[in-house]
């Protein structure tokens, strides 16, 4: 392990623009790192070489010709396959999209060329980002960097993946329950998803889009605020996306946090043993005392109705998980209606009697079974007779879960707590049992319910050496208070590597 | 034929669809443009490319709020965009972008012209915006072809309460909306172009000895003329009423409920239609792509001074103040533009008996011809103005005042030009009509002697004098003077 893949973003963006290094050289190591290991790991769908080095020179090129490329100058950036680029594919890792090129760019990737990254590819995920370990991806499975044995999480899998053993120096993901920072948390990195808004949804094909949120994976808070700042602010295309103007998350980002009020919701994992693996417990704790020694004023509060309850058998519930899939498939249901086999994508090549039989032939031959059995609840939760019973009692959940984390930011700046309940799962551990597999954003989804940006850090590793994530959350447009708040842990924690990458290039 | 112990009570409610005429579509910025080649008014959005977002036509709101206004609807202070889910290839997103709960507008009502001269209200239930699906073509051999040139128009949904009861009342009000909608600047309402469809919902209420039977409502589909709309609400009359005369008890709204039919317009039949409304749960969903819609006070007195003078209101006052006839100020009202012509003219300081001879005179012949309303015949306020005022200076008589009219509109030249190009001005020269009155009566000394006599031939040869003076001046002798002359001359 050597070279520049080691070098943040932040640091190779400046040393490729002081002429220390070129973008060009930075590129060619990260696709020799691709071509070492993804084979092991499957985290790219599609990876642009030839695109990726001739922007690297033009890069390059504008540096010696004394001009400025932007924050991201040549950077190697990977984004997940659900944002859409007129270069390309974009596939959602879907069969149905797996032909698709997109006629437009996506807001937040065309920002990304604005400031200079150079697109390495597309990363895998789960079927238009559905899941939670990038096995539902309708391609292959991703698998996690630290041990190829288990999932990278999802459904930005295939980023985390890629950002965790160096294969990019940065990348895109979406989080719709916990889609960037769960992941970002089994593999090791920092991941964040930003307050609901605050980055442009056009572009990025819809799962939930009351929920969505366009976020980075970096392997540094600095590398996560930095992307921040480039892919956020109001777009026209988004009506949905806020017009209050973009601070420099990097201002004060070294700034001590003296003084903070964090609190502990207590739901989360005071009350419940079961609901968290002892290791990430452990690991919590300590990042508590941390906090508390960096000055950090540490207060109890309540999320009522994000409470995790644990039955007799050991069985987990809770009202934010069942809110979630409810809103979720609902969006879903509607938003993939589009994927009907007549304007695009994939369409069945059998005699087909009437629209109807061309519909159910292309969507049943193309989509893949968590996608189908997610559009079945939504298509349920909407319809006449039980839209009262479960949407609209849903929204109500939701409301009372957002009420919730307004109370709670009465008393505090900032809640810290898990980002997952476990550590890595092994692939085929959940795949048979969807509820248990929805229960590893238990911790996550609640902040997308009420829009709230999420960090997630890692926060030490395991007994068995795999990445506990610690995830802290703020009030809406909190963005600078919790990178603040996440680069000054990040600075009394080691940083962590994954062993394939530390043993692959000596 | 009616049983004469029936008493049959045809019950109508209307929806129409109107599409608007914003430049660009609603919630994308295509052209919103009729009779483009196919799939050539379309973008990302529009083809519900994946990851698209739908972003909100503010005119077509503040078109659709005007009409709510002028139907007297409620404009509430919140609505919302809901998204009606079904699969057609024309609606390529598998939903369409409505106002599910909360419309734009509600509770309103329509006033419409009856043939015995009084006024009927009907109510309008709601108006609500939503987005026009494409088409689908069948005239490729062997394929389906999908045009979404339409796909994304905006267009109001009005419906009204079931308050009609005869064909000339639907008529009626749908002409009536028309007008509205014309007057308001919000949609051309072309028939023709499908800027205006109709879907009346008609039944019978049948009392036959002291009990009254429903018959099942019927929802007659797509309808995209004025002559299928009668045509179908009288055919459904005879035939509903047919129906129950076979079955009374049978042939119920209770028991059949509501159906859908079409209309066959050269058959000009109603026909049964496969029942895939009701069967349908449209999963309506606040749509999540696009905030609600916030209405507040300044809003609505922004279009309602937009607005301005609506057409009955306007009818009413050109009675009052112009003292026209019903029948004439109605005639001026039927679209905004002639009206405001008028009133600019008069305003100027016109006359405004002579303004309206001349706009329902030649410009009444001429809009008739061209079938357009008088103001798209090309008349200016400064030309009407101009040619009253010459018409009251006597500088015109009333029929070189014809001819200038018809050129003035022909080369949208200025009335005064014209008549002095074309010599219709009057001679004013009283040397001149002198001369020409000596010379009519030296060289009819027949006449004169008649009209001396004071015979009962003495009106008509003074008529055959003043012809000879009006001819000799070539239409140009002012009547008026010619006959005072005349009379000087033989009394
Ligand atoms: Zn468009």
Redesign the interface.
């Known amino acids: 392990m050597s070279g520049l893949i080691e070098l943040s973003a932040t640091q190779l963006a400046a040393d490729i623009r002081s002429g220390e290094t070129t973008s060009v050289q930075a590129t060619q190591e990260y696709l020799n790192a691709i071509t070492k290991l993804d084979g092991k790991l499957g985290a790219y769908n599609e990876i642009y070489t030839d695109a990726a080095l001739d922007r690297a020179k033009q890069i390059d090129a504008k540096i010696a010709a004394g001009e400025n490329p932007g924050p991201l100058a040549g950077v190697p950036i990977a984004i997940k396959d659900n944002l859409c680029t007129t270069y390309g594919h974009t596939t959602c890792a879907s069969r149905y999209l797996e032909n698709f090129q997109a006629p437009y760019t996506a807001t937040a990737v065309k920002k990304l060329h604005d400031a200079g990254a150079v697109i390495l590819g597309k990363c895998n995920m789960d079927e238009f980002a559905m899941g939670s370990s990038t096995e539902n991806s309708g391609f292959a499975p991703t698998r996690n960097p630290w041990d190829i044995g288990r999932v990278p999480g999802g459904s930005s899998g295939g980023s985390a993946a890629a950002v965790a053993s160096r294969m990019c120096a940065a990348a895109l993901g979406s989080d719709t329950g916990g889609s960037i920072r769960q992941p970002a948390s089994f593999c090791g990195c920092v991941g964040f998803k930003p307050t609901y808004g605050r980055v442009s949804r056009y572009g990025l094909v819809a799962f939930g889009s009351s929920l969505d949120q366009i976020g980075p994976l970096g392997r540094t808070v600095t590398d996560a605020a930095l992307l921040t700042g480039v892919i956020s602010g109001y777009d026209p295309h988004d009506a949905t996306s806020l017009p209050n103007d973009v601070p420099d998350y990097l201002a004060d980002i070294e700034t001590p946090i003296k003084g903070l009020r964090i609190g502990l919701p207590k739901e989360f994992f005071l009350e419940n043993e079961g609901a968290i693996a002892p290791d990430t417990r452990a690991a919590i704790t300590a990042a508590i005392e941390t906090y508390k020694s960096l000055g950090a004023e540490i207060v109890d509060v309540s999320l009522p109705h994000s409470r995790i309850d644990i039955d007799a058998d050991g069985k987990m519930s809770s009202f934010a998980v069942s809110c979630y899939y409810i809103v979720c498939t609902a969006e879903c249901s509607s938003n993939l209606a589009r994927f009907d086999g007549v304007h695009y994508g994939h369409r069945t090549g059998e005699n087909v009697d009437g629209i109807l039989e061309l519909y159910s032939k292309s969507r049943k031959e193309s989509l893949g079974e968590e996608v189908k059995r997610r559009i079945m609840l939504g298509t349920y939760a909407l319809s006449s007779g039980y839209y009262d019973a479960y949407y609209n009692k849903a929204l109500k959940v939701r409301r009372l879960i957002a009420d919730d984390f307004v109370e709670a930011f009465k008393s505090c700046d900032i809640l810290l707590a898990p980002t997952t309940p476990t550590t890595a799962f092994k692939l085929g551990e959940k795949t048979d049992n969807p509820l248990e597999m929805y229960l590893s954003d238990i911790y996550t989804i609640s902040a997308n319910l009420a829009g709230l940006p999420g960090i997630t850090l890692p926060a030490g590793l395991s007994s068995d050496n795999l990445p506990i994530g610690l995830q802290l959350i703020g009030p809406v447009l909190s963005e600078s208070t919790l990178l603040r708040a996440a680069r000054m842990f990040e600075k009394t924690a080691p940083p962590i590597i994954p062993p394939m990458v530390k043993n692959s290039d000596t | 034929m009616i049983d004469t112990n029936d008493k049959v009570q045809l019950i109508v409610g209307l929806e129409i669809h109107v599409e608007l005429a914003t430049k660009t579509k609603m919630f994308c910025r295509c052209r919103n443009n009729f009779g483009d080649p196919p799939n050539t008014n379309v973008c ?1 959005v529009c ?10 036509n503010a005119l077509a709101v503040d078109y659709s709020m005007k009409v709510g206004l002028a139907l007297d609807c409620n404009v509430p202070d919140y609505t919302k965009w809901d ?1 009606k ?1 079904y ?1 057609y ?1 024309d609606l ?4 369409q972008l409505s106002q599910y709960d909360l419309p734009l507008c509600e509770h309103g009502c329509l006033e419409i012209p009856l043939a015995d001269g009084t006024q009927k209200k009907i109510r309008v239930l709601r108006a609500h915006l939503e987005e026009d699906a494409g088409k689908n073509n069948h005239e490729i051999p062997g394929a389906t072809g ?1 045009d979404l040139n339409r796909a994304g128009v905006p267009l109001l949904e009005i419906v009204s309460e079931p308050d009609m009861n005869s064909v000339e009342e639907v008529a009626g009000y749908a002409r009536s909306m028309q007008r509205l909608v014309r007057w308001l600047d919000v949609s051309k309402a072309n028939m023709q172009m499908g800027h205006m469809r109709f879907e009346p919902n008609i039944n019978l209420h049948i009392t036959r000895d002291g009990t009254t039977y429903k018959t099942p409502i019927v929802e007659v589909k797509n309808l995209n003329s004025f002559r299928s709309l009668e045509g179908a609400v009288a055919y459904e009359f005879k035939r509903q009423y047919e129906e129950w005369q076979k079955d009374p008890e049978g042939f119920s709204l209770k028991k059949l409920g509501k159906q859908n039919r079409g209309f066959d317009d050269a058959k000009g039949v109603t026909v049964f239609q496969r029942d895939k409304e009701d069967a349908h ?1 449209y ?3 606040p749509d ?4 609600a819609v916030i209405i507040d006070d300044a809003w609505r007195e922004r279009l309602r001074d937009e607005i301005g003078e609506l057409p009955l209101a306007r009818r009413a006052r050109y009675i009052e103040e112009y003292g026209l006839s019903f029948k004439d100020a109605d005639a001026l009202t039927q679209d905004a533009a002639t009206g405001d012509i008028l009133d600019s003219a008069v305003k100027a300081g016109a006359d405004s008996k002579r303004c309206v001879n001349l706009l329902l005179g030649r410009g009444a012949a001429i809009a008739n011809e061209r079938e357009c309303s008088i103001a798209d015949i090309g008349i200016t306020t400064e030309q009407l103005t101009e040619l009253a005022k010459m018409l009251a200076d006597g500088d015109v008589n009333a029929t070189a005042a014809n001819k200038v009219f018809d050129k003035m509109i022909e080369t949208s030249g200025a009335p005064r030009e014209i008549a002095e190009a074309d010599g219709l001005l009057a001679v004013k020269d009283t040397g001149q009509i002198q001369q020409w009155v000596d010379d009519a009566i030296a060289k009819n000394p027949q006449a004169v002697d008649i009209i001396k006599e004071g015979g009962k031939k003495k009106e008509k040869s003074f008529g055959f004098l003043m012809g000879q003076v009006m001819q000799a001046s070539r239409g140009a002798a002012p009547p008026a003077e010619v006959q005072k002359l005349l009379r000087e001359k033989l009394s």
């Open positions: 990302a083809t519900s490319m994946p990851g698209t977002l739908p972003v909100m998204r889910n699969y290839p390529p997103k598998g939903y999908v749960d999963r309506y969903l999540p792509d696009l905030p």
